[in-house]
């Protein structure tokens, strides 16, 4: 079986839904925090994320960057996507409105406090479309805590770590960012968090790293 190599940040950011899927893969994998930018150059693309993938055989080593690539790569290659084409498109284009949301506010820190509060407007009507599109799906999946069938995917991965990424690491530039996304919030949402959590494929993994639901369950 083949091993891996993951290089990002120690940030939750673009790189959680990355963890949880080598994680909930089962496979040996080890993570890298290069020295930035000094190993800048060293990057395929210059940038992070970065996945080496070392196969048992020998063979050359697989390199990808790009975050969405190496999310659908692992998720295919692990069966937390559909092979359906029709049903793996459902999945991405609910990732990629969540990338979406995430890159529009990058930056928002550094910017004025009326276009924070024009980010913050955005980011409101887009987190109501999200969290309504996302409750129907787990409605009529009958509300079992996963957004699709009866076992964990990539889609059920990728809006815990869009959530964790809210509720835990901007609070440190803004506590408004969570308020509003609690405001938004469903018991469909909540049980996907605690399902996830208590998932055999990630229960150990939420331990080490810290449980999301102690902050959405918060008043």
Known sequence: MASYIFRYFEAISLGETIRLLLTAAKVDWTEECPEWPKEKPNQPFGRLPVLIERSADGSPDFVLSESSTIERYL????????????GAA????????QIDMIMSFRGHSTVSDSAKEEAYAKFEGLLDKMTSIHTDILRENGNTGYSFGSK?????MAMYSFMKMFFVQLVQYSEKVPRLFRAKLTPELVKLVTTLEADPLLSAYVSQRGSLATYVLQE
């Open 75 to 86: 998720a295919r290659t692990y069966g937390f996507l559909p092979m359906d084409p029709r």
């Open 90 to 97: 459902v999945q991405e284009q609910l990732r990629d409105r």
């Open 152 to 156: 964990l995917s990539y889609t059920d």
